[in-house]
């Protein structure tokens, strides 16, 4: 399965904009990147995705590298709402019918930790 | 509004015993799916399931199962085969993969 690295942790001030950075070198030409955040206790929150165009929507944009093995998440102006985990994930898109082996469930790692200061 | 529903939020089961924990979804979404996150950690898939009536392991199925007899609903059950259940259980749907998940609010389970 395609792998996905991110920072531990990264911090940022309130009303900044604040840019999240994902590398996924081994991304494959039918891997959607998705972004998900997570709040303690609480089960993940969809944030965005893309396959090769930059994205945006009411809550972020995710910028994709062209040779699309690194995206960005960009959050325009951070509030201490925004304070969570965010993970950077790939999905592979082939349909409902999988040909090879493997799972079809987002494969999540530890993702970033982001610390919004007021 | 159309979302994803876990019970309980809190579990606490003896050791040996089996436990099922609920969800269900009114997305109409086929595919459903079940992870496990331990303290500080990512989620590990179990099961996943893309249509009724079928359902595949995921990373670390042993000593979990499940069923899907209606589009709605896909339980897990926790069996005494599970060597450390205790971790937060997270069940999420999805209309097909090139979009995104929706998850529900998770079920803290506590051997005890």
């Known amino acids: 399965d395609a792998k996905t690295t991110q920072p531990n942790s990264m911090e940022s001030n309130e009303e900044e904009p604040v840019h999240l950075p994902c590398n996924h070198s081994?991304?494959?030409?039918?891997?959607?990147i998705h972004w998900y955040r997570q709040l303690p206790s609480q089960g993940p929150e969809y944030v965005i995705h893309g396959l090769t165009s930059n994205v945006n929507n009411r809550m972020a944009s995710l910028a994709i590298a062209e040779d699309r093995k690194s995206s960005t998440l960009i959050l325009h102006r951070a509030t201490l709402r925004d304070a969570a985990v965010y993970y950077c994930i790939l999905r592979v898109g082939h349909g409902l019918m999988y040909s090879g082996g493997g799972a079809d469930g987002l494969t999540f790692g530890k993702g970033t930790h982001l610390i919004i200061q007021p | 509004d159309g979302g994803i529903t876990q019970s309980p939020k809190y579990l606490f089961r003896k050791e040996g015993q089996n436990v099922t924990l609920s969800c269900e979804q009114n997305l109409n979404h086929d595919a459903m799916y079940w992870y496990r996150q331990d303290p500080g950690q990512g989620l590990r898939l179990i099961y996943y399931s893309q249509i009724v009536n079928d359902f595949q392991k995921g990373d670390i199925a042993e000593g979990y199962s499940v069923s899907r007899e209606k589009k709605e609903s896909f339980p897990l059950t926790v069996t005494s085969a599970q060597k450390n259940p205790t971790a937060f259980y997270l069940c999420?749907?999805?209309?097909?993969?090139?979009?995104?998940?929706?998850f529900g609010s998770g079920t803290r389970l506590t051997v005890v």
């Open positions: 081994t991304i494959s030409g039918t891997d959607y």
């Open positions: 999420a749907s999805s209309i097909e993969q090139t979009y995104g998940y929706t």
